[in-house]
């Protein structure tokens, strides 16, 4: 999954050194919005994201169309596993009422999979592709900036906990009404018996309330976020082995083989990780949701 020196430099100002390699791989194509730039929108990332949700949905919408009650294909049994086995997780975590909770928890996992899936792609792949099409245009390859790992981005993953815990907040409400919900965020977790009681641990509930909800967006960006740009981070850093290698030296192949095994190894790990942090962040939704849905 480690790009070959060529397209290493490719990408690179040839004055670059393994400082401006890194800094190029983390910078995002980015454009400023009104005066004074009051908003800087990271394109690349809204370009992926849009990509990979959109491929999502063609995707399971032709596969649904398709769909037989005889003796499915390998692409139909595949999507059938994934979908039995998140409503089959739906089942037996949420306990309220809800015919979006499925889909929604499928279209998180599967979302989530394939932008964290694009940090497999070689490293310099992407940007090299990019970098050949802007100096095309007679720009500067120097600024010629891509991040095409949109998970990586803290942008992302707060707003898709944000509209997690947004969606819970009104599940909450939708549940309980607007009463039962906001008595509950004063009485519970202490509770306490008569109006006296009551009062006097009403400020405790509202202070251990808000710091529960504050947490479970931050944990579920930040958990998402670390883990995708860590990793994001390493395969740079693997492909730095061989920053300006020239093949006349015998170092440029040891070192291109200790390249290629750590490529390897942590691709084979980083899969795992890819996986489980997409799976992580659906059971959490479905959690909160369910922890929303039921009266304490």
């Not at 964290?116 to 802007?134: E, G, H, K, R, S």
């Not at 549940?175 to 004063?186: N, Q, R, S």
Request: hydrophobic share 55%; with cysteine; proline share 4%.
């Amino acid at each position: 999954m480690i790009p070959s020196p060529e397209n290493t430099i490719a990408t690179e100002p040839a004055s670059g050194g393994s400082t401006e390699y890194i800094n190029h791989h983390l910078h995002h194509l980015q454009v400023s919005v009104g005066d004074g730039a009051f908003m800087t929108l990271n394109v690349d990332t809204l370009f992926f994201t849009a990509v990979l949700s959109l491929l999502f949905l063609v995707t399971f919408i032709v596969c649904a169309r398709r769909a037989t009650s005889g003796v499915p294909g390998k692409f139909q049994s595949i999507v059938e596993i994934i979908v039995g086995f998140v409503d089959g997780l739906v089942r037996e975590t949420f306990h309220g009422r809800s015919k979006m909770i499925a889909p929604l928890s499928l279209t998180i996992f599967v979302v989530i999979f394939l932008m964290n899936f694009v940090d497999l792609i070689p490293v310099d792949f992407l940007p090299w592709t990019w970098a050949n099409a802007y100096v095309a245009t007679g720009h500067d390859p120097a600024h010629a900036y891509l991040r095409a790992v949109p998970t990586a981005d803290l942008n992302t993953t707060l707003g898709m906990a944000l509209a997690v815990f947004a969606l819970t907040q009104w599940f909450g409400i939708a549940h309980k009404g607007v009463g039962g919900f906001t008595k509950e965020i004063f009485t519970a977790p202490f509770h306490a018996t008569g109006p006296v009681g009551k009062i006097a641990l009403a400020p405790a509930n509202l202070l251990l309330r808000i710091i529960e909800e504050g947490v479970r967006p931050l944990s579920l960006s930040l958990r998402l976020f670390g883990n995708l740009y860590a990793g994001e981070l390493i395969f740079v850093l693997i492909a730095l082995m061989t920053l300006d290698a020239s093949l006349a030296h015998a170092s440029t192949w040891a070192m291109g083989a200790v390249q290629f095994v750590s490529g390897f190894a942590w691709t084979a790990f980083h899969i795992l990780i890819i996986t489980l942090q997409a799976f992580i962040f659906m059971m959490l939704t479905i959690v909160y949701l369910s922890m929303a849905a039921e009266s304490h």
